[in-house]
Each structure stands twice: as C-alpha cells, then as structure tokens.
C-alpha cells in the first residue's frame, strides 16, 4: 500500500454523508501535502500560477485515493462534448453581508464553479443593508446590462425585493431569501426537514433526553430547526420538556453558558442538538471542563459542518448547509429553468448528516 493509501487509511474527522464517504479539498490537502488553495489550483486546472508536475500528481493521486467527485473537465471523455448553454454578459452576486460567516462565501464558490465552463465572468457586491448603498448597486449592475442578478442574504429570511429588481426584465434570482409572491425563483435550506434529521439520529442512537441549544429565535433557521427538532420528538413519542431548549445566539460562549446551564438541571440530558458548530465549540468545552467524556457521557450534534467540526476531539457529527449546492442551482436555474412562469415555487435544499464520532448510545447512569 503506498503513502498516500496509508496516510488515507488513518485519516480522521472526513465523515460520512448518509452512508457515503464525503471528501473535501481540504480532506485531500492534508494527504497530498499540501494548502487547499493548491488543491483547488489543480482539480479546476487552473494555470494561473505554475505548480509542478510532481505535485500535481500528488493531488490527483490524493483526489483518487479518498475517492473524490472530480470537477467535470477530468471526467469529459473528449473534447466534443456538449458544453452548457451560455448567455451573453455577466452575472452579479448581491449580497447583503459577506465578511461576518463563511457560508456567502460558499454559496459564491458554488456560483463560480457552476459557471467555469459557460465564459460568463461573477462580479460580487456586498450592500450591508445599507438604504442607499444597495439600490446604487442594482442600478449600476442594470446598467451595465448584466445577464442575471443573484440577490442572496447571510440569513435565511423573508425579503421585500427591491422595486427595482421587479420594473426589470433582467432575470432575478433568490439566494437563501424568499419573497411572498414567488415572483421569483428562490432557494433556501431545508431548515425543517435538518433539524428533525439531526434530533433523529440521536433518537437513533437511543437517546431521549435531547436538548437543543438554538439560535436566536426570531431568525428563520433557528425557529426552522427546532421545529424539526420537536417533530421529531413527537414522531418518536418523546415528550417536549421545554427545560431541554435553551436560547443561544450561534457564538461558541453562548454554547458554553448553555451547556452549563443544561448539565445543572434535575435530570440533564444525554445529548444535545447545537443548532451551528460555533456553539458545539463552546459545548465541547462545558463538558471537558466537567469531566465528561464526548460522546459516552454526552452525545453532540452540531449544524453547518465547518472546517472546525473534522478538528474537534472528537471530530463532530454535523449537519451539512448546502449553501455551496444553492450557489450552483441559482445559476441551473439562470440558464436552464422555466421563463414563462409568473410564480416559482420555493425550492429548499436537503441538509445532508455527515457522521463523525461524536453521537453513541447513552451510558447508564446512577
């Protein structure tokens, strides 16, 4: 078995997605040897920057071994092969806040990468919200004649699209926002259908004292994941104790404070529902500073898979959001989806389970 083999083999913290190995660049980084940001360089061949032929082969050879889906440029059988439709100009991506999580960012990958092949180049725009800033930056890109506008939000929420954007007869796109007349196509994630997911597999795993630590509750996403979370008790015959929900605001400090908060209670729970990484961070560190051991005294289930979850001890079981998958269904939609309709349906996209190692059965207690 050669080294790459090997050091795959011992590879921690990759996960599995419904029963499937799922691999990341990042994944395929640590055994080639190399950053992602080489990673990426070669699986998209990108030849912007010179990287050696050796280490190229180190990378595919890696992408190999770990059985990574590769781009679909390596897959191409020859070079007649139908290539995507395209439209003349380009595509703007308007976002109202960019910098303060990672997952615009994803969702803006997934809109690059969807239109590699199609010459059409992504401008980027982040408004902040900003009354003034952003129907300066419509107007501009409307202007310029752009072949679609991408509205996206950080927040899963319920927008007034702009009247601008309605006047236009520039196709509009909705990212992880929606409006109430579905004038336009939208796409957010299935908050639901993840939360009864995430709370199912501790049910699975023999729990019934499950407690969930949400985000703020006036947010889309966290009232969305704890009612899959309370379906799921319900389809389970688990009765909701209202003492097991504690309010956090996604930071890992609140995650502490709420796992502290949990462990003091009459009967603590054995398992705990974090509705983002960030707070299982924070419950990790409640837990370890009792003494406890995850996930034999306390099982924990995270939500959005961060790069963080594969490197915590133990790597964290997480709830995948699909914001990258969004990114390129806005852009399958901009080129290949229905024109004549006046109403869209909101589309939600499955939040997929990667299992690590921190869910077991619950230990006996005295």
């Keep these: 078995m050669n080294e790459q083999a090997n050091n795959a083999k011992q590879h921690r913290g990759v996960g599995k997605v419904a029963g499937r190995q799922r691999v990341t660049m990042q994944d395929i980084a640590r055994v080639a040897g190399c950053s992602q940001t080489t990673v990426s360089l070669v699986?998209?061949?990108?030849?912007?920057?010179?990287?050696?032929?050796?280490?190229?082969?180190?990378?595919?050879?890696?992408?190999?071994?770990?059985?990574?889906?590769?781009?679909?440029?390596?897959?191409?059988?020859?070079?007649?092969?139908?290539?995507?439709?395209?439209?003349?100009?380009?595509?703007?991506?308007?976002?109202?806040?960019?910098?303060?999580?990672?997952?615009?960012?994803?969702?803006?990958?997934?809109?690059?990468?969807?239109?590699?092949?199609?010459?059409?180049?992504?401008?980027?725009?982040?408004?902040?919200?900003?009354?003034?800033?952003?129907?300066?930056?419509?107007?501009?890109?409307?202007?310029?004649?752009?072949?679609?506008?991408?509205?996206?939000?950080?927040?899963?929420?319920?927008?007034?699209?702009?009247?601008?954007?309605?006047?236009?007869?520039?196709?509009?796109l909705l990212l992880n926002c929606f409006s109430d007349d579905l004038s336009f196509p939208a796409v957010i994630p299935g908050e639901i259908a993840a939360g009864h997911t995430a709370t199912n597999a501790l049910i699975k795993a023999g729990h019934r004292r499950i407690a969930t630590i949400t985000g703020e509750p006036f947010m889309e996403c966290a009232a969305g994941r704890t009612t899959g979370y309370r379906n799921a008790l319900a389809s389970a015959d688990i009765p909701f104790d209202e003492d097991l929900v504690v309010e956090g605001n996604w930071l890992p400090s609140s995650g502490y404070a709420a796992t502290r908060e949990l462990l003091e209670l009459p009967s603590p729970p054995t398992a705990i529902f974090c509705q983002n990484d960030r707070m299982a961070i924070g419950c990790y560190e409640a837990l370890k500073?009792?003494?406890?051991?995850?996930?034999?005294?306390?099982?924990?289930?995270?939500?959005?898979?961060?790069?963080?979850?594969?490197?915590l001890s133990p790597p964290l079981t997480s709830m995948i959001l699909p914001t990258r998958a969004m990114g390129r269904w806005v852009i399958e939609q901009l080129f290949h989806g229905p024109t004549e309709d006046q109403r869209h349906p909101l589309v939600k996209l499955e939040c997929e389970l990667v299992e690590r190692d921190s869910i077991t059965g619950p230990s006996p207690r005295d």
């Design 43 to 172: 699986l998209n061949r990108n030849d912007s920057v010179k990287i050696s032929e050796e280490t190229k082969k180190r990378v595919l050879d890696a992408a190999k071994t770990l059985g990574y889906s590769m781009p679909a440029q390596f897959s191409k059988s020859n070079s007649t092969e139908r290539r995507p439709a395209t439209l003349d100009g380009t595509i703007a991506f308007v976002v109202d806040d960019l910098a303060s999580s990672p997952e615009m960012v994803n969702a803006f990958n997934g809109v690059k990468q969807a239109v590699r092949d199609t010459g059409n180049l992504v401008l980027l725009a982040e408004t902040q919200n900003d009354p003034e800033v952003e129907p300066t930056t419509l107007r501009f890109f409307l202007n310029q004649k752009v072949a679609g506008i991408i509205y996206a939000t950080v927040f899963t929420r319920h927008v007034e699209v702009p009247e601008i954007l309605k006047q236009s007869s520039t196709p509009v």
């Design 289 to 311: 500073e009792r003494g406890m051991s995850i996930p034999y005294d306390m099982s924990v289930i995270g939500f959005d898979d961060d790069e963080t979850a594969r490197h």
